[in-house]
């Protein structure tokens, strides 16, 4: 089991930063990758960005990249987010996830925090 907390959610006004933090517990040691996940209200939950674990390997969704910027302290065990020139359409419900093998997927993982919300106002 990997447990999941995230942190650094809140309100800002549009064109501001944001850094969100996840600290991973449990079998940590075999996570292969950890990312995040947004859902907006009223709409599906989505991918936003993974880092693997060994070779730091980044994946970006359309919409944020260039804007966001998703780091791994493998010792420390946590995976950060950091969010420049916010839009109110990244206002949403933030999700950590891990994905614990290389045979998983990115889009697929199987452990997910509580959420943190991050609201962007115009």
């Known amino acids: 089991q990997v447990q999941l907390v995230e942190s650094g959610g809140g309100l800002v006004q549009a064109g501001g930063s944001l850094r969100l933090s996840c600290a991973a517990s449990?079998?940590?040691?075999?996570?292969?990758?950890m990312g995040w996940f947004r859902q907006a209200q009223g709409k599906e939950r989505e991918f936003v960005a993974a880092?693997?674990?060994?070779?730091?390997?980044?994946t970006y969704a359309g919409p944020v990249k260039g804007r966001f910027t998703i780091s791994r302290d493998n010792a420390k065990n946590t995976v950060s987010l950091q969010m420049s020139s916010l839009k109110p359409e990244d206002t949403a419900l933030y999700y950590c996830?891990?994905?614990?093998?290389?045979?998983?997927?990115?889009?697929?993982?199987?452990?997910w925090g509580q959420g943190t919300q991050v609201t962007v106002s115009s």
């Open positions: 449990g079998r940590t040691a075999r996570t292969y990758a």
């Open positions: 880092v693997t674990t060994s070779a730091g390997s980044r």
């Open positions: 996830t891990a994905v614990l093998y290389s045979s998983g997927s990115i889009y697929r993982p199987d452990y």
